[in-house]
């Protein structure tokens, strides 16, 4: 058991207030807020630790390279990697995505297809289309229900021998839906297709065990997972990190270097060129050390409860309309919605006004609020320290936020 | 608190029947701006008189509460003003047209109208040839 009290105490921030209102934080689903001991850990690498990794042999430089190399290992064991050879540190999820794009661009062919859902982040599209124009590749969506949850039917008829990579989404960052990777990962394979997943969204609210799951690649950001920005993690099996190209080229990354030419360093450190971030790095190790203790089966707990209850009483307000899964169990504690008749930027300022913090937009998903046939929602997403109070909060929030709106 | 004066009832009065909402059945100049920070997009369009004066106007679109009155509240100021001197009309005009204080993360939204506002300006000065020396508002 989550003992709630505690956990809200870890968290500095929560103790602010916002337009002379306890802050309230539902914008999780953007980053989320940082426990005192990752805040700690980096002000510690700062305060008595900091060194370069790799270059120097003096104490200082030796520990910070144990420290560094810690991590590694922790995120191994914390997604299961088979080595920590498949483990690479980057600036987070989009360069990670970037990296596996780019660094297979040249094992790409004209004609080759590449699949993606309408669900997925900007960052998980971008890159591909850019790709795939420059290798003369066809893309193709998987087209999403108007639940949230992926047509699986359409999924297994747009697959075919042609397909060479499938990126999907573990979890919508508006829908929250959660992608069933036991089935799609299985039926790419079958078919040729490397699978590339991106659990931004799942990362501090599912366990992943990258063997389990059997994905070809895997990314992630520290700043979701209750991390520092400026750190992500790339996951990738081991020999197929080694078959791409790294793009990012300089210091580190190099076995040797001569005039004419440079050997390069095998994976990981291949596609960690220049000075690493290391304190965000030491961050967010302590960031999956506090999820361990914390305990993700605790956390899960706490949030499909608050799920279930947050939808329970939105769907109590009037023309509100919800986005994604009926069942909380489908689904991340991430709630998108419209109000009929107030658009999605006046509730957030609204609901501003009284210290909730939610996002209004497309949130970086554009096709699939096309196919929903909205431009902008609302979302709500909800995090470990998040309570019951907090949800009725919001509730009665709305309630008011419509009656103004329509001139009560 | 600040955001409810705002969103009083005056404000949402012009959000749910804006004044010189719709399509001009003849214009001279339009505009169309996006905010690409949260998706309000608006045309603006303007038919002009023989000496340059603004006899119609109208904005359409789709906007949050704030884009839309402050687009039905700046189009009422500008009926009737030539371009000429649209042209120097202070940012600061539509955003105290709403009555009350926009917060900085929403200033976006109110001056919206105004940035479609300078794209017709451009338009009529590159085809009258004018404004070439004169610096234009800042947009
Ligand atoms: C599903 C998903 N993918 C990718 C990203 C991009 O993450 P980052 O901005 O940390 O690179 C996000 C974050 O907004 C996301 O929600």
Redo the contacts between chains.
Sequence with gaps: MLKLKNIRKGFPILARTI??HPLVYFDNASTAQKPYPVIAAMSDFYASRNANIHRGIHTLSYEATEAYEAVRERVQRFINAKSRDEIVFTSGTTESLNTVAFGMKYLLKAGQEILLTEAEHHSNIVPWQIVAAERKMKLKYIPIKSDGRLDLHAYHKLLNKRARVVAITHASNVTGAITPLQKIIPAAHKMGSLVVVDAAQSVAHIPIDVRRLDCDFLAFSGHKAYGPTGVGVLYGKRDLLESLRPFKYGGHMIKRVTKDQTTLANPPEKFEGGTAPLAEVIGLGAALEWLEQTGLKNIITHESSLSRHTLVRLRAIPGLRLHGPDRASARLPIISFTLDG?????IA??L??QGIAVR???HCAQILHEAFGQ??TTRASLAVYNTRQEVDQLAKALLYIQN??H?D | MEIDTLYRQELLEHYRNPQNFGKLKKATYCAYRVNPLCGDEMDLEVLLDRNGKIEDIAFSGQGCAISIASASHFTEYLRGKSLARVKRVDREIPLRLLGASVGAPRRKCALLVYDALQDLVKLHDKKTGTGKNRRNPRS
């Design positions: 337009n002379g107030v658009p999605a930027h006046d300022s609204l501003d006004a209004s937009g497309h431009p902008a103004k709106f001139g």
